[in-house]
T-cell receptor, first 111, second 112 residues
C-alpha cells in the first residue's frame, strides 16, 4: 500500500462546478500538507499549504485536513477552464527533508 | 531571479549511452531534489541533497548518480541509460527549515 493514495482520475466537470479532490494517507505523523498544481508540460507549483489539521481558504480554493481520518481535500469553487491541470497532494513529517506525493489527479473543466 | 532551471529540456538517448542533467537555482536554497514523473506514478524521489557536498538516496536511486559540488547546482547522471529511464525529470529546491519545494520546468528524456 502506498503511503499516500490519490485517485488519478481523470475528472471532468463543467465550468462553474464545485470540484473536490482528495488524498488519504497512512502515516499519522504527517504534519505538513500541500497541494501542487501542474499544468501540462510544466513543473508543479505550490497551490495551498496547511500545517496540521483544519481548513485554509485562498480565493476559490479551500484546503481541508482531517488528521483523525487521515484524509485531506482540496475544493475549487466556481471552477474555470484555466483550472484544468493535474493536482498533486504532498505531505511531510515535522522536520523532515522530503515530501511524499500522491499520484496526482488530472482535472478538466469544460467550458 | 530565474528560480529553478533545468538543462536540457528534451533529450533522446540510445540504450547504454550516458548523460548528465543539470539543475540550477538562484534562491540560495540549501536542499535540492531530483524526481522522476511517470504516468500514474506521481513524483518519485531519486536522490536529494541537504547541502553542498552531500547527497542521499531517495525512493528510486538505482541507475542514477548525483553530485552537489556547488550550492546552486545539482547534477543527475545516467551512466548507462535504459529504456526504463524514459521519463520526465524534475528538479526542486527548498530553503532549510521550510517545506515548500520550488520546481524546475522538467527535462523530458526518451531512451530508445
Amino acid at each position: 500500500q502506498k503511503e499516500v493514495e490519490q485517485d488519478p482520475g481523470p475528472l471532468s466537470v463543467p465550468e462553474g462546478a464545485i470540484v473536490s479532490l482528495n488524498c488519504t494517507y497512512s502515516n499519522s505523523a504527517f504534519q505538513y500538507f500541500m497541494w501542487y498544481r501542474q499544468y501540462s508540460r510544466k513543473g508543479p507549483e505550490l497551490l495551498m499549504y496547511t500545517y496540521s489539521s483544519g481548513n485554509k481558504e485562498d480565493g476559490r480554493f479551500t484546503a481541508q485536513v482531517d488528521k483523525s481520518s487521515k484524509y485531506i481535500s482540496l475544493f475549487i469553487r466556481d471552477s474555470q477552464p484555466s483550472d484544468s491541470a493535474t493536482y498533486l497532494c504532498a505531505m511531510s513529517l515535522q522536520g523532515a527533508q522530503k515530501l511524499v506525493f500522491g499520484q496526482g489527479t488530472r482535472l478538466t473543466i469544460n467550458p | 531571479n530565474a528560480g529553478v532551471t533545468q538543462t536540457p529540456k528534451f533529450r533522446v538517448l540510445k540504450t547504454g549511452q550516458s548523460m548528465t542533467l543539470l539543475c540550477a537555482q538562484d534562491m540560495n536554497h540549501e536542499y535540492m531534489y531530483w524526481y522522476r514523473q511517470d504516468p500514474g506514478m506521481g513524483l518519485r524521489l531519486i536522490h536529494y541533497s541537504v547541502g553542498e557536498g552531500t547527497t542521499a538516496k531517495g525512493e528510486v536511486p538505482d541507475g542514477y548518480n548525483v553530485s552537489r559540488l556547488k550550492k546552486q547546482n545539482f547534477l543527475l547522471g545516467l551512466e548507462s541509460a535504459a529504456p526504463s529511464q524514459t521519463s520526465v525529470y524534475f528538479c526542486a529546491s527548498v530553503l532549510a527549515g521550510k517545506e515548500t519545494q520550488y520546481f524546475g520546468p522538467g527535462t523530458r528524456l526518451l531512451v530508445l
